[in-house]
């Protein structure tokens, strides 16, 4: 059978050793003032609790200004989490430029973007008590935002059944409930998700995408600084640890917690608030 490869030409090598450039280097985006959310983070008080049932999700809002955790409570979970503007669903998480703009996994200083027309920054990452992880010897890292979210579509067409416990759903049914609707009538408002404890990488031989065992114990938690009024959903993913399977009742699941706080307002002064709007500009505009 002939290769579908085709012969490299003369030049393949030094057209391969031409030097990455970083496509958004850190160094040109607005970065935020943690010198601000930390004296802030000293004085906030907690104000109430969700908790997050295995196999489930749940929908909270946060306020413009508050602080919210998502916390490991029983044993090791990983959670997906959507993020609305609270106002205005058609303006939410946006997975793909927030990889763009960070990394493949992220941490604390990181921002979680919202979709254009807007693309501003919807929460600012203040806290991760899984920092310490870094990348491992398989190039893994901790909360991914590459992977979409477990859903019965995508098990149905690799040939599974119809398991609907999976986040897509959960976060479906979370909305629903929060918003009075039919899953049916906001399932188009689920998007692609930060996987919060998820430990995952590409494979280094095939670049496939692999998930291991999250090393998330109990205690443990990611902590945001909210940026602008959140509704937000999280599943407590079916895969558990999601260290061999999920979209099935296979793995051993356990509840998360989401935790909210107030900080005092004065600690606040000195932050730069996102743009109400985001960015306005005309369709053709000369750059
Ligand atoms: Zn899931």
Request: glycine letters at 8%.
């Amino acid at each position: 059978m002939p290769s579908r490869i085709p012969p490299a030409p003369a030049d393949a090598a030094s057209r391969r050793a031409a030097k990455p450039t970083i496509v958004y280097p850190a160094a040109t985006l607005p970065q935020p003032d943690m010198a601000v959310l930390d004296a802030a983070r000293q004085t906030m008080v907690k104000l109430r609790d969700v908790v997050v049932p295995p196999r489930d999700a749940r929908a909270f809002r946060v306020s413009r200004g508050q602080f919210f955790r998502i916390v490991s409570i029983e044993g090791p979970q990983v959670g997906d989490l959507n993020l609305w503007n609270a106002d205005d669903l058609s303006e939410r998480f946006f997975s793909g430029k927030t990889r763009a703009l960070h990394a493949t996994h992220v941490g604390t200083g990181d921002r979680l973007w919202s979709t254009m027309p807007y693309l501003r920054p919807m929460a600012t990452i203040s806290h991760d008590t899984l920092g310490w992880y870094g990348w491992d010897a398989d190039g893994a890292g901790i909360h991914d935002v590459i992977g979409t979210r477990c859903d019965p579509y995508t098990n149905l067409l690799l040939g599974g059944n119809a398991y609907d416990f999976c986040c897509h759903s959960n976060l479906s049914r979370a909305l629903s409930a929060e918003l009075k609707l039919e899953p049916g009538a906001v399932e188009h408002h689920i998007h692609d998700v930060l996987n919060v404890f998820m430990c995952t990488g590409f494979t280094a031989d095939t670049h496939q995408y692999f998930m291991k065992a999250s090393p998330v114990r109990p205690g443990d938690f990611i902590e945001f600084f909210a940026e602008i009024d959140l509704l937000g959903a999280l599943s407590a993913c079916p895969g558990g640890d999601c260290s061999a399977t999920h979209s099935s009742a296979v793995a051993a699941c356990y509840p998360l917690g989401i935790e909210i706080f107030e900080p005092d307002r004065t600690t606040l002064g000195g932050w730069s608030w996102p743009s109400p709007s985001g960015y306005h500009r005309r369709h053709g505009e000369p750059g």
